[in-house]
């Protein structure tokens, strides 16, 4: 396996959502050349492939965004340093190489390998895909009125629309489509919701039906894509069936750190790479930040604002590692010549 042009980068971030771009900024900013991977085929993480359409509302300096333009606007921020971005390549293995220019980290993929001082692990929940609803119908229209993920809500105008689910997904949908569709229904398997306490109150100021302990039973319809669903509640096993024109599961998905588990870091709950303060893991030259990190002595927020911090500590003390004479704190973004 060659490795990438034999170039050494300064700092090599693994995943491109939200955490990872905003770290390549931090990078340029602290003048380190940076080089951005991503498995997916493009950049923004769970932003662009689950739900680039929904408003995200706890981003500071923005009362709403969608999740496509935050991505948008986030690229846009990193162009003033121009990093290196490769997407479609998943690092299966990360190793130490001896260099001319020293010892650096190897980042192997099953066709190329890249060369780092310092790595960034920014790789989110993992690789992630959706759970999914075995029943009848399903299959048959997936991607033709029936969806796990929605790229596009344009198609979704005018419709009499199933979402399914009690997460922060299937309630978020309700919200966002509320004004765009004829109708909506929300089924969810049990009265409980695992979705934010004001996403539930503001759904619950809606018309839209609320049908707890209700299950999709079934979808029928013709070669236009569905036209009924019949659905039942799991307590009685009363069943309904009524007109839809899509259905929208969002019942979670299931999330693997797949190789990063063998790389010789230490874990938390088989799930986060634990780190200190400075987003060291116990790997020299090794961060992590995002929803794949663990603060010692802090409990994990999965939140973007909460990735944005650890992407500007880590790319500082990726700094300080290369250069232990740098500050780790560079001063303020208004006070540089950028």
């Not at 409980?192 to 299950?215: D, G, N, V, Y």
């Not at 259905?247 to 799930?271: C, H, Q, Y």
């Amino acid at each position: 396996m060659p490795d990438d042009a034999s170039e050494i980068f300064d700092v090599t971030i693994i995943g491109a959502g939200p955490t990872g771009i905003f770290a390549a900024f931090y990078a340029g900013l602290r003048g380190m050349r940076t080089k951005i991977i991503e498995t997916l085929p493009e950049v923004g993480g769970q932003l662009a492939v689950l739900y680039p359409e929904k408003f995200i509302y706890d981003v500071p300096g923005h009362p709403k965004i969608l999740a496509k333009d935050l991505v948008k606007q986030l690229i846009e921020q990193i162009q003033l340093f121009q990093p290196t971005i490769v997407v479609g390549q998943r690092i299966e293995t990360l190793t130490r190489k001896e260099t001319d220019a020293g010892e650096v980290w190897r980042l192997g993929t099953d066709t190329v390998a890249h060369l780092s001082r310092t790595v960034i692990i920014t790789g989110g929940i993992g690789a992630f895909e959706p759970n999914k609803l075995d029943r009848p119908g399903v299959d048959d229209y997936l991607d033709k009125g029936v969806y796990y993920f929605v790229q596009d809500k344009r198609p979704f105008r005018g419709k009499r629309i199933l979402i399914i689910g009690g997460g922060d997904t299937a309630v978020d949908w309700c919200l966002n489509l509320k004004d765009w569709a004829e109708s909506i229904t929300l089924i969810h398997r049990r009265d409980q919701f695992r979705a934010h306490e004001a996403s539930l109150t503001a759904l619950r100021l809606t018309e839209i039906p609320i049908m707890t302990f209700w299950e999709l039973k079934r979808i029928e319809g013709d070669d236009d894509g569905p036209k009924s669903a019949t659905i039942y509640e799991n307590r009685t096993a009363e069943e309904r069936t009524f007109p839809v024109d899509i259905v929208l599961i969002s019942t979670g998905f299931k999330a693997a750190l797949g190789p990063i588990s063998k790389w010789g870091l230490e874990m938390v709950d088989n799930r986060h790479i634990k780190t200190n303060v400075f987003m060291e893991t116990n790997l020299p030259g090794v961060f992590a930040g995002g929803d794949i990190a663990a603060v010692e002595g802090s409990t994990p927020l999965n939140l973007i604002v909460t990735g944005f911090a650890h992407a500007a500590i880590a790319a500082n003390a990726c700094k300080a590692h290369i250069d232990p004479a740098a500050r780790m704190f560079p001063g303020h973004s208004s006070e540089m010549k950028l």
